[in-house]
């Protein structure tokens, strides 16, 4: 016992012996509604402090800040790691916010794409077909034209904000790719992305796809990054940025910001990692009720299952891998409506809820309640629908004078959607095109949701429940119902769309509705399971594993879907903001593929060695057994080396040798790390 520990004793003080530190990390996941926040002790997984703020979608920067600021920090200095996920790439190519990209397609044939009409699937319309290009063994194809590549690129440097190359079979021999940027780069300062570089992949519509989506990200991405920088400078944060992929890992802000295809579904891979580290439960579905959507994903051995064929984002295919996810336009904030048959119907549209408009603009509630008093004819829900400004504009010359016209009525408050149209003279919103007013985000919308509900039951209250009341109070008596049956009927029609949901997506199965040809008896077995209706025959479903329910809103709208699919509803401790936990809880993984493929005699018949690519480089080896070996000890390097620039602490690497076709090969090797930290 040495002579401190000793005279500590002695005066009875405790003495802690072998007692880390204290580690504080910091979580934030930017959703399609919410920004969550969750401050987290690394070691020990215990969560400190946790807030959720309004998303800020004009800059992402203030409801981050508003996070930070709300989050419980006596000594910002401590944090030695911030960790976002988000949906930024997602609704950037679902909204069409992305930048303006020219593709140049090189070798590509464009009979075969006219034919199989795919040139809509390259996410832009500016691509152009260069000749060029190499076959499956790496040999060349054709002459790169470079001629005709300098010519277009001059013609429409101007005209784009980046520039996408990708090259036929440039996994087996990226040659024309990187002779390509050389010859751009020399007459153009735009932004290359070339295809090779984010795939191995041989699929040449989805490689060119993912290059064109990334190149269109690269601004918007790294705006968000210098905003979340910002955001962290201003509450005196000096830590490594991770981000979140669509995979659940994380890599460094300097990855994510020349890759930021790969944070496609980053936000639901961080929910689902969320649910894992949160409820410790191995095997089990995860469904995220958002403000937006709900997103399903399902977690087997720990981890959460990943889709191989590559990510899909708003019907575009590519080749990012990413977690097997479905998305649902279903949520807190989706619009209650009535269809063209007087049904009620819930999304896919988010909306502000009328409870938070009202407790922004007072008179929006004395405007519902005279509209709840009026007798017959009773007013149709449709004068539920709020429009309002959501920003000014300082360019008007980019605006049409109609969507000008918009934006002076609405200056002075937010006012019903049916009193615009009609001042403009309309009838229907269909007849008047103001989308880039809601793309961009000048306008917003207003109107009955589930959170209005939430505030007339007295579960979620935040804001002005008498709003809600009186938007309850219109629907009903259009419907001639007593209130209490709007109740049942709303959460019934959530718990059958959920319900469906699952089974699709655990299936793969289309289900059809009860009008559809195809309606069959297992349409009706699940109708009957859903809504038990039948004199002597029940049926019913089981999920064979728990549902872990993330979100706000999780608590109220999965309940009924637990107890009709027979399982149990786990809901975690801080549930709420299970995807800001998940932003903290991955690790650093990345992959790095070397080809081995057969190097062919003139007459392509036999095998005189093979090629060994490892991206822009490659090899010619006599012998497989050396190739291989070569390949491995090159890809172990690689992964090591790229995971610790990604941000890794001590990665482990693993490498595999899979069999591609005969005499090819995929030589795997996967580095896994914790992420560093700073401090």
Known sequence: MDFDHALLLSKGRKVKKNIKPEILVLGIDTGGTYTDGVLLEYNSHRIISTHKSLTTKQDFSIGIENVIKEIELEDPSAIQMVSISTTLATNAIAEG????????????????????????RFATPHYFYINGGHNLHGQEQEDLDLPALLEKTKAIKNKVDAIAVSSYFSPRNPEH??????????????????????STSLGSVERATTAAL?????AVLQEFIIAVRRAMEHRGIDAPLMVVRGDGTLMNDEFAARSPVE?????????????????NI???????????????????????????????????KTSVKAANLLSIGLGGDSHITLDRGNVLSIGPERVIPLAYLSYQYSNVKERLRALAKRGWPAPYPRELEYWFLQRDINDRNSYTAREQEVIDILRSGPKPATEILKSLGFLDSSQIDISNLWREEVIGKSGFTPTDI????????????QASQAALTVFSNYLNWPEEKFHPVLWENITETITKSVIHFLTK???????????????????????PGHEQLATQIQLKVPLIGIGAPAEVMLQETARVLNTELILPKHFQVASAAGAVAGSVVVTEEILIYPQLSNGNFDVIGYYVQARENRVEIAELDDAVAYAKKIAKDNALSAALRSG??????????????????QIKARAVGKPRLGG
């Open 263 to 279: 944070t496609i579904h980053s936000g639901p891979a961080a929910s689902a990692i969320g649910g894992r580290f949160l409820s």
């Open 454 to 465: 939430l505030h007339i039951d007295g579960r979620y209250t935040p804001w002005d429940g």
């Open 509 to 531: 199965m289309d289900i059809p509705e009860k009008n559809d040809p195809q309606y069959t008896l297992a349409n009706w077995f699940l109708q009957n399971s859903l809504q």
């Open 177 to 198: 790719e990187i002779r390509s940027q050389k010859a751009i780069a020399s007459i153009c300062e735009l932004p290359i992305v070339l295809g090779h570089q984010l």
């Open 214 to 218: 990334n190149a269109s990200l690269l």
């Open 97 to 120: 916010k992305g930048k303006r990209v020219a593709l140049f397609l090189i070798g590509y044939d464009p009979e075969i794409i006219d034919s199989f009409n795919m040139g809509g």
């Open 648 to 665: 890794a602490d001590n990665p482990q690497v693993v490498v595999d040798v899979i069999q591609d076709g005969m005499d090819s090969y």
């Open 282 to 316: 191995n095997e089990g579905l995860v469904l995220d009720i958002g403000g937006t959507t709900t997103d399903l994903a399902f977690i087997k051995d720990g981890k959460v299952t990943i889709s191989e064929t590559g990510a899909s984002v708003s019907g575009y």
